[in-house]
């Protein structure tokens, strides 16, 4: 059972990026950092990449295996030099509460040090939490393998991980793009769920959120679901609803053995009580009836749409979704379902702050 603390002023939560993967995501995230309740930590097996890294702490693991030169593109030695480094590593997330993670698997550091250091995140009972890149095919099936294999490494410490394929990046933004600003879309991703994690766990609201209850809900080993969808009128929540489950740079994964979710609804003004359950009632069919649900509804005033909708979904298992509400009963459902568009790339990447202000959910939590 995770070990968080309780008062939310003292929450620490550590970002990890590790390999070179990793580090170029910090990069990425380190200026648009808002809250000193984040930590960002380097790791890598190389030294002249945590040089040009931005973070708030470099730390080179296997120094004396490999001389701060690299891994090798060696999973096997990205390992060991976790291994050499393991009291610098635990000292770093016994100083965390929640640790978020961004990795490249594939290669060696990545690959290697991933679930070596959530092995070590489980043992001193922290929720840890990934979000891992995969290879791009035309590098090769070689590679693939030795991602896939790290991925399956990976899932059996950490709590949620969540993959972003690098084809994905083409199907969805294009051949034309340029590659520094494909990345960055896949960096920003991370950036969010950062940022989401911060509102959820820090900020005072009106009914604080219960960091239990979120541990419970990390305690869900496995993959995730994790997106958001915006709307402006009322009519459109279940377009909205459609988005956020399936954000096309993230691996689909199969919802109906989610074990763990979070369904949070923000507003400007009032949603009705109608709205509300069909958004309740639509997420709860796609996922087993034993599952833990946490219901949350905020009112933000600041919000650049009327509507906004998170859904992240723990324990789950990777499936292409065919059809994500087909199993819905209602005919109400059915209609709304029925006119739902295509999300927009540029509302994708946009997680909003969530969970100020938390909702018992309607059954009775």
Same mark, same amino acid.
């Given at each position: 059972?995770?070990?968080?603390?309780?008062?939310?002023?003292?929450?620490? /939560?550590?970002?990890?990026?590790?390999? %070179?993967?990793? !580090?170029?995501?910090?990069?990425?995230?380190?200026?648009?950092?808002?809250?000193?309740?984040?930590?960002?930590?380097?790791?890598?097996?190389? @030294?002249?990449?945590?040089?040009?890294?931005?973070?708030?702490?470099? +730390?080179?693991? =296997? *120094?004396?295996?490999?001389?701060?030169?690299?891994?090798?593109?060696?999973? @096997?030695? =990205?390992?060991? *030099?976790?291994?050499?480094?393991?009291?610098?590593?635990?000292?770093? /997330? #016994?100083?965390?509460?929640?640790?978020?993670?961004?990795?490249?698997?594939? %290669?060696?550091?990545?690959?290697?040090?991933?679930?070596? /250091?959530?092995?070590?995140?489980?043992?001193? =009972?922290?929720?840890?939490?990934?979000?891992?890149?995969?290879?791009?095919?035309?590098? =090769?099936?070689?590679?693939?393998?030795?991602? &896939?294999?790290?991925?399956?490494? $990976?899932?059996?410490?950490? #709590? *949620?991980?969540?993959?972003?394929?690098?084809?994905?990046? /083409? @199907?969805?933004? %294009?051949?034309?793009?340029?590659?520094?600003?494909?990345?960055?879309?896949?960096? &920003?991703?991370?950036?969010?769920?950062?940022?989401?994690?911060?509102?959820? $766990? !820090?900020?005072?609201?009106?009914?604080?959120?219960?960091?239990?209850?979120?541990? @419970?809900?990390?305690? !869900?080993? %496995?993959?995730? +679901?994790?997106?958001?969808?915006?709307?402006?009128?009322?009519?459109?929540?279940?377009?909205?609803?459609?988005?956020?489950? #399936?954000?096309?740079? +993230? #691996?689909?994964?199969?919802?109906?053995?989610?074990?763990? +979710?979070?369904?949070?609804v923000n507003c400007k003004d009032e949603i009705s009580l109608g709205s509300y359950n069909l958004i309740t009632d639509t997420v709860r069919q796609q996922v087993s009836p034993n599952a833990l649900v946490i219901c949350g509804v905020s009112k933000i005033e600041s919000l650049a749409t009327n509507y906004e909708l998170l859904i992240i979904a723990t324990g789950a298992s990777a499936k292409m979704i065919v059809e994500p509400f087909n199993n819905a009963p209602s005919s109400e459902v059915e209609q709304s379902l029925a006119a739902r568009a295509k999300p927009q790339t540029s509302d994708i990447?946009?997680?909003?702050?969530?969970?100020?202000?938390?909702?018992? *959910?309607?059954?009775?939590?």
């Amino acid at each position: 059972m995770f070990q968080l603390i309780q008062q939310n002023d003292g929450l620490s /939560i550590g970002v990890f990026g590790i390999g %070179g993967c990793g !580090c170029n995501t910090l990069n990425s995230i380190f200026e648009q950092r808002e809250s000193d309740q984040a930590h960002l930590y380097s790791v890598n097996t190389d @030294k002249v990449v945590l040089e040009h890294t931005q973070s708030d702490e470099a +730390v080179l693991i =296997g *120094a004396e295996l490999t001389h701060g030169y690299g891994a090798g593109a060696d999973p @096997k030695v =990205g390992l060991q *030099a976790a291994e050499e480094s393991k009291e610098q590593l635990l000292t770093l /997330i #016994n100083g965390c509460d929640i640790i978020l993670c961004a990795t490249g698997l594939g %290669g060696g550091t990545g690959t290697g040090a991933s679930p070596y /250091i959530a092995e070590l995140a489980s043992e001193q =009972g922290k929720p840890i939490i990934f979000v891992a890149t995969l290879p791009f095919s035309s590098e =090769g099936e070689f590679r693939s393998n030795i991602a &896939q294999t790290g991925l399956n490494e $990976l899932k059996e410490y950490a #709590n *949620a991980v969540i993959t972003l394929p690098n084809d994905q990046l /083409i @199907k969805v933004l %294009g051949n034309d793009i340029g590659l520094f600003d494909a990345f960055k879309h896949s960096n &920003q991703i991370l950036h969010s769920l950062i940022k989401s994690l911060i509102d959820m $766990l !820090c900020y005072q609201g009106l009914i604080n959120v219960d960091l239990n209850d979120f541990a @419970k809900i990390m305690d !869900c080993q %496995g993959d995730a +679901v994790l997106g958001v969808g915006k709307c402006d009128e009322e009519s459109e929540l279940t377009t909205a609803l459609d988005s956020a489950l #399936n954000n096309p740079l +993230v #691996n689909q994964v199969d919802m109906s053995s989610s074990t763990g +979710v979070i369904i949070q609804v923000n507003c400007k003004d009032e949603i009705s009580l109608g709205s509300y359950n069909l958004i309740t009632d639509t997420v709860r069919q796609q996922v087993s009836p034993n599952a833990l649900v946490i219901c949350g509804v905020s009112k933000i005033e600041s919000l650049a749409t009327n509507y906004e909708l998170l859904i992240i979904a723990t324990g789950a298992s990777a499936k292409m979704i065919v059809e994500p509400f087909n199993n819905a009963p209602s005919s109400e459902v059915e209609q709304s379902l029925a006119a739902r568009a295509k999300p927009q790339t540029s509302d994708i990447f946009d997680i909003p702050a969530f969970i100020r202000n938390q909702a018992p *959910a309607p059954s009775g939590k």
